[in-house]
Every structure is written in C-alpha cells, then in structure tokens.
C-alpha cells in the first residue's frame, strides 16, 4: 500500500487560545540539533515502513512555515531516498500569512514544497484578534498573492460560526474568499476544545460560543456556497475543486498506511500503530536514547482497524465501502454497521445507501459526531 509522511514541526510564535495541537512557544530552537534528530527519526521509521514510494508528505505543526527552507529540502531529500517519491508526489506545508514567513516561501518552493495550507483563519480584523492570531486581514492577503505565485497548489483555512457571526456576515466573507480562486478551502467551525484558553473563557463567561441552530445554518450556507462555486466539500470541513483534494488527508481519511515522525506524530502502517513523544524536549531524549521518538507502539485488533476506517471513511462525502472493509478486516459487514439502525437514518436522510457503500447525508454531516456515535458499534469503538 502506497505510503504518506507526515512531519511534525512543534513550535510556534504564539499559542492560540482555540488550538488543541501540539504546538509549543520557546525562546529559542537549536535548528542543527533538530535536522540531525528528525533525520534519526526517518532514518529508524524508514527502516521499519519501506516499501512502496511516498505519494504524500506533509509537513504540520505548530508553525512549518517557521522551518528555514534549508532544513524543509534535507527532509524533503531524505525522505526521497528512503523510500522513494510516486510520480507527481504532492509535498504540503502548513503556512501562517505573515509578512516574516511569506518572505520564505520561493525558498520553500525551490525546496521542494509544491502545496501550502495557509491558515489565513478570517477575513476580518477583529476577528484575527479574537482568535489570537498575530496577521491582520492585509498582510494575510500579501501572503496569499505571493502563495500564489510560488506554489503550484494553494489552500486556504478559515474558521467560522464566530460568536454572534450572522448569515449575512459569513455570506459576504466566503464569497471574497471564494473570489481568490484557490483550489481548495478548509473552511472549520469554531469548536471549544478541552484545556484551551477559549474553553477558560467560555467558562468564565468572557464569551458565548454561537448556538448549534446558527451554526447549523452557517454550515448549510457553506455547503450551497461552495457547491455553486466549482469547490464542493469532498470532506466535512474540506472543500476542492475536481481532483484539487489533499491526497495526504485523503490517506488518512481512505485509512492508508501513514508514516507520522517529529513530536506528538502518530502514524498507522501494517496494522500498527504508532505514537511519538508530544513534548519536544522529551521527544528529543528518546531520539538520542533510542533512535527514535516513539512513545507507543502497538499492533490493533482488526476491530479496533475498522472502527478507525469507519471513523475516517465517514467523514467523506464518497463514504465508505463496507463489502471492501469486511474483507479487509475479516468481519462479517453486518458488526461493521448495524443495518436497522442504517436504514434507520436513511430513513431519517442523515446517512445514504448505495450498494455496498454507505455515508452521511449533508444533514448528517452537520450533526456527524452524534451519527458517528450511533453508527459505529460501541464494540468497535471500545474494542
């Protein structure tokens, strides 16, 4: 099975109060010490995944963008003779639109990074502020011209379902980002993550999240806005024109074997999976004690596989093939989804049937977790 790679770069400028990543603020970052350590860290995850050459890199954070190009392309050329680049190999970096990382990115490109993710997050300035983000609506807008211009692929991140944000509001600032002609959007709702500083101030009462009703219409705006524009979801949150979709994130989601290295990186190959220490200092430590940064590693129960392949299949719009995934995990199809609760939300038109594939409606992309829930054996889950 062709192989993805994802690459982990830890730090950032600053945290923001919504994200739940691994990210971490240090005063300084040793670049030497960390070539030499996220090399180590390939070599040993090379050695025990080779095989089939990559069709996918990725490189996310924290703040990739923050890497000099120098130690981007040493990756980048390690990873190609390790296992070897698929033809038209798609190598994506993670960008945030300001002016200091922007300058960097014809350096990125001739390393090698032929897609940029740029978190430009809101198209309104008052609202970079609230979500902590240290661009302002211009600067990000620089960023993305020069994007433009020095990658072959761009896509775009902004957020949505703001506190007290209104159709009309959302309508207006999708459509100028649909006028930018990006290929793909990752357009999210604002959700409150355990252990953020929104979710302190959400429990102080510094502000109200949107309501699920609102936020419900904002979705629904976003699907029809989308759609018309040539860049419908293929995703829940992921929007692209044809053959424009994130063929890493298309790995995770298909549940193809993954290579995760650098801190907190998981990865899924053969039927194990992997997980690598998530705070830098001690990930270092493991790498110089042992080779590597795994924290954990263990092979999964083929019902603990399907779980996670229906998980992820299930979040895209083309479903999941359950007569495929039986075989795969050798399970009858009937414990993979009970088939009267199925037909249940058919009838309800939150999921849909066809032949042996099945998927959830637009309605029950809006309301997934909860379907997913209820879809999803609890045996499988817990297994």
Not at 187 to 216: K, S
Request: charged share 20%; with cysteine; aromatic share 8%.
């Amino acid at each position: 099975m062709a192989q993805a790679l994802y690459i982990h770069w830890p730090f950032c400028l600053k945290k923001c109060p919504y994200c739940d990543f691994n990210s971490h603020v240090r005063a300084g970052v040793d670049i030497d010490l960390w070539r030499r350590a996220l090399l180590a860290d390939m070599a040993r995850e090379a050695q025990v995944a080779g095989g089939e050459p990559l069709t996918s890199i990725f490189f996310g954070g924290g703040t990739p963008s923050l890497m000099p190009a120098a130690l981007v392309g040493a990756l980048v050329e390690a990873a190609e003779a390790a296992w070897g680049f698929a033809p038209g190999i798609e190598i994506t970096l993670e960008a945030n639109p300001s002016s200091v990382e922007a300058e960097n990115f014809a350096a990125l490109a001739a390393a090698g990074v032929s897609r940029v993710s740029l978190g430009v997050q809101a198209l309104e300035d008052s609202a970079l502020r609230f979500l902590g983000r240290l661009h302002g609506v211009s600067e990000a807008l620089a960023a993305l011209d020069l994007a433009q211009r020095h990658f072959a692929r761009v896509s775009i991140d902004l957020i949505y379902a703001r506190p007290g944000q209104t159709l009309a509001a959302w309508r207006a600032e999708l459509a100028r980002a649909l006028a930018f002609g990006t290929e793909h959007l990752s357009l999210y709702q604002l959700t409150i993550e355990p252990g953020t500083r929104f979710a302190t101030d959400v429990r102080t009462g510094a502000f109200t999240p949107l309501a699920d009703d609102p936020a419900a219409e904002l979705f629904a705006l976003t699907r029809k806005m989308t759609a018309t524009a040539g860049v419908p979801a293929y995703e829940v949150s992921n929007h692209a024109r044809a053959g424009a979709q994130s063929r890493h994130n298309l790995a995770y989601w298909r549940y193809q074997d993954y290579c995760g290295i650098g801190p907190g990186a998981h990865g899924r190959r053969g039927g194990e999976a992997t997980m690598r220490h998530k705070k830098p200092e001690n990930w270092l430590a493991a790498v110089r004690s042992s080779g590597d940064g795994i924290a954990e590693s263990r092979v999964l129960t083929p019902s603990e596989c399907a779980s996670e392949a229906l998980l992820m299949g299930l979040r895209l719009a083309e479903g999941v093939d359950l007569a495929a995934l039986a075989a795969r995990f050798g399970l009858p199809q009937a414990a993979l989804i009970d088939p009267a609760k199925l037909a249940l939300y058919v009838g309800h038109a939150l999921a849909w049937r066809d032949g042996p594939r099945v998927g959830a409606t637009t309605r029950g992309m809006a309301v997934l977790d909860a379907l997913l829930a209820e879809l999803v054996p609890g045996a499988l889950v817990a297994a």
